[in-house]
C-alpha cells in the first residue's frame, strides 16, 4: 500500500511539473507577445514625438526669424506708437531707410524694473531688410545695440561655443558662431603651410621660374598697359563668383 501511494504521489509530481513548466512557457510567450507590441508602440510614439519637437521648434524659429532685439532703449513715457518712431528713428540714423510700417509688432520683455530698460522686440515685415539693419548695427548709437532673437535653447547652445571660439581663436584660427553651429575656418594654418612649401621648391623650379620671368619682361618691355594692371582684378572676381555684384566691376574693362 505505501509502495503504490508512493508511486502515484511521484506521477502526481511528474505530472504538476509538466503542468507548471507549460503553463510558465505560455505565460512567458503571452508576456513576450505583450511586450513585443508595447515596445512597437513605444517605438512608434517616440518617433511621432521627435517629428512634433522638430516642427514645434521650425515654428518657432519661423515666429522669430523676422524679430530683432533692441537693449539700451529708454523706456520712461514710450507708448507703443512712440516706440515705433524711436525704433524707426535709430534704425534711419544707423543708414537702413525703413518706414513705420515696416515694423509689424513691437513689445517690451521682462518684468519692469526700476531704473532699468526692458529689451525691445522688434518684428520687421521683411528678412532682407533686416539683414541691412543688422549690417548697419555698428552704427547706432553708444549704449544701443542689437541681437537676434534666438529660443532660449539656442541661446543655451551658443553660450556653450563660445568658449570654443574663444579657444580656437587663441589658436589663430577664425571661429564664430552662426545660429547654434561653430565654424572654424583654419586660413592662417593653410597659408603658413603653402608658404613653406613654396619657400621648400627645387632651386631648378625657382631657377626655370626667374627665366621666364626675364623672358617676359624682355617681350613686353618695361611698359605696363592698362589690361596688365587690371587683370588681378578680374580674377579676383571670378574667384569671388557669385558673392560679388555686376555692380561693382571696374567699367574700363
Known sequence: MEKLIEILDKKLNNQTLVITTSVTKNVMEALDEKMKLIMKENSILKAKITELETEVKFLKDEKRKNNLVFFGIEEIGKTECELVD?????????????????????????????????????????????????????NLPQGTYIKEDYTKEVLEKRKQLQIQVEEEKKKGNVAFIKYDKLVIKKTRDNNTEKRKREESGSPNSSNQKKTAVLKTQSNTGTKTTGKDILRPNILNYVERGRSASLSELPKNL
Open 86 to 138: 524711436c525704433i524707426k528713428d535709430l534704425i534711419v540714423d544707423s543708414g537702413t531707410q525703413l518706414d513705420s510700417n515696416e515694423i509689424s509688432k513691437i513689445y517690451r520683455i521682462g518684468k519692469q524694473v526700476n531704473n532699468k530698460n526692458r529689451p525691445v522686440v522688434v518684428t520687421i515685415t521683411t528678412l532682407w531688410k533686416k539683414h541691412l539693419i543688422l549690417r548697419n548695427k555698428s
